[in-house]
């Protein structure tokens, strides 16, 4: 964390929502993101599946928010 004005904190939102490695990226918002996480999760776990049967439904899940590219 570092002190800065609200402008450099803007810049900086910007700069990291063009990463498409960062939360920041989801075109969902971090609320919606949350959300789709949480549903893939429960749903691995009420139809029993294993653990990296719900890690590649969170990995689908996390996809699915991103913006598309050309590139």
Known sequence: ???GTNA???TE???RRRNLATPLA???????RIRAVAA?????LSRGHTTKQIEERI????DAGL???LW
């Open 59 to 62: 990995r689908c899940a996390e």
């Open 8 to 10: 450099v904190n803007r």
């Open 1 to 3: 964390m570092r002190l």
């Open 67 to 69: 913006p598309l590219t």
């Open 26 to 32: 989801d075109v969902r918002g971090p609320a919606g």
């Open 40 to 44: 893939a999760v429960r749903t691995g």
């Open 13 to 15: 939102c910007h700069l």
